[in-house]
């Protein structure tokens, strides 16, 4: 490679770079937040344990009930209906990226099977985007 080609490419990173810091820093906390979290997952490999409020270790386990924090928003009709309640089934790990994810089935409606990233599925309700939604987590324990 060319001393030349070098400093193009070099200076290519450092643009696409600082425009990466301009968005970032737009961003809102929670979702800096979750991109801190994932980039010591993924570029640092640190295993991360997800925490509750309290401190106390956020793990679910095959048969846990969860409700989804749009089950605050539903009608008393569908909180009798078991709208947004899920039984986890377990993890799983994508076959071809590693990537971890959690199985969950609806206990409502046709009881559809369901696949999200477990960080997705651990990560932290926006509450920039749901500012009514008291529930911290995205997913929590009945």
Same mark, same amino acid.
Request: charged share 30%.
């Given at each position: 490679m060319t001393f030349e080609l070098w400093l193009y490419a070099a200076k290519q990173l450092a643009q696409t770079y600082e425009m990466s810091q301009v968005i970032y820093q737009q961003l809102p906390q929670a979702e800096k937040d979750e991109l801190q979290r994932e980039?010591?997952?993924e570029i640092l490999g640190e295993k991360l344990e997800e925490t509750g409020p309290n401190g106390e270790k956020r793990k679910f386990n095959p048969g846990d009930i969860v409700k989804h924090f749009k089950r605050e928003t539903v009608s008393k009709n569908e909180l009798a209906e078991n709208k947004? /309640?899920?039984? *986890? *089934?377990?993890?799983?790990?994508?076959?071809?990226?590693?990537?971890? /994810?959690m199985v969950y089935q609806a206990l409502y409606g046709d009881f559809r099977i369901y696949v999200r990233p477990l960080s997705t599925f651990m990560s932290k309700t926006d509450k920039n985007m749901f500012p009514k939604i008291k529930q911290d987590y995205r997913f929590e324990k009945v």
């Amino acid at each position: 490679m060319t001393f030349e080609l070098w400093l193009y490419a070099a200076k290519q990173l450092a643009q696409t770079y600082e425009m990466s810091q301009v968005i970032y820093q737009q961003l809102p906390q929670a979702e800096k937040d979750e991109l801190q979290r994932e980039y010591r997952r993924e570029i640092l490999g640190e295993k991360l344990e997800e925490t509750g409020p309290n401190g106390e270790k956020r793990k679910f386990n095959p048969g846990d009930i969860v409700k989804h924090f749009k089950r605050e928003t539903v009608s008393k009709n569908e909180l009798a209906e078991n709208k947004y /309640l899920y039984q *986890i *089934i377990g993890e799983a790990e994508h076959s071809d990226t590693g990537e971890k /994810l959690m199985v969950y089935q609806a206990l409502y409606g046709d009881f559809r099977i369901y696949v999200r990233p477990l960080s997705t599925f651990m990560s932290k309700t926006d509450k920039n985007m749901f500012p009514k939604i008291k529930q911290d987590y995205r997913f929590e324990k009945v």
